[in-house]
């Protein structure tokens, strides 16, 4: 079988094999614990789900808006303060929570910078091989991207080539 095959399926197992003692486990359980050890479900959920999507299907999905509540998950898994999430929505805080409160989709350009931070996210657990590892390094500032963690870079989409051809560079050992 090819590398190439593979790694989506071993991505694909790691994402879905999260069991209910994993601190990605999306089930009930110690509202405390669960409050700081867990990472966003829906994240996950669409993640497993992404690869499966054509192009056109993530475009319609982007142009009906994804969950608002995606914010509260991008927040929690990659430790972002407020500010920074602000920025990488393209909404204040309030704004966001108002339509997580009023159930209303985020807009386009906050729906486009979730799939490309899911993207790229993948592609992180591809490289490290361990959703730990790869959330650890999407969170933290990178020297090889100017200092910004790779996660602010999905901003644009200039800054997602970047954070691409690092990803590239560290799993084929490329300069970068």
Known sequence: MSEQTEKPRARRRAIEGRGADSPYATSEGDASTL???????????????????????????????????????????FSLPEKHLAELFNASISTLER????????DVVASERVDRIVELTAQAVDVFESIEAAVAWMSHAND????????????????????RRVLTALEWGGVV
């Open 99 to 106: 339509r997580v409160r009023d159930k209303q989709p985020l």
């Open 144 to 163: 090889s991207l100017g200092g910004q963690a790779p996660v602010m870079l999905c901003e644009t989409e200039i800054g997602a080539k970047q954070v």
């Open 35 to 77: 409050e700081t050890r867990e990472a966003p479900g829906l994240f996950w959920r669409y993640s497993a789900s992404h690869e499966q999507l054509t192009e056109a299907q993530r475009l319609v999905q982007i142009r009906q808006g994804l969950p608002a509540n995606f914010y509260q998950e991008v927040k929690r898994l």
